[in-house]
Nanobody
């Protein structure tokens, strides 16, 4: 089993800051990367940010300079610090991990349940 648990969502005014966290646990041999996606009702899930095992990062253009993804040094836990939040950032934020399980020879994608972020104007 592999579990991803998100936390840190909430309601914040435009211009404010939130810090999301995601902890991965279970039968994990290796994680190639972990990432954040977000989704609103009726829309497709959108990539937000990604961090690789070597701490290399990627961001969608709309959050560059405002969001920062990071990884804990000794645990399979990542964070997303979201500064200067806008109403357009509102949505359910999902944690994603590309995981190699013991005795397997290929990576699979796993998802958390999501955490709600609401930005008021």
């Amino acid at each position: 089993q592999v579990q991803l648990v998100e936390s840190g969502g909430g309601l914040v005014q435009a211009g404010g800051t939130l810090r999301l966290s995601c902890a991965a646990s279970g039968s994990i041999f290796d994680i190639r990367y972990m990432a954040w996606y977000r989704q609103t009702p009726g829309n497709q899930r959108e990539f937000v940010a990604q961090i690789y095992r070597n701490d290399s990062t990627q961001y969608v253009d709309s959050v560059k300079g405002r969001f920062s993804i990071s990884r804990d040094s000794q645990k399979n836990t990542i964070h997303l610090r979201m500064n200067s939040l806008k109403p357009a950032d509102t949505g359910v934020y999902y944690c994603n991990a590309y995981v190699l399980r013991p005795a397997s020879d290929r990576y699979l994608s796993y998802w958390g349940q999501g955490t709600q972020v609401t930005v008021s104007s």
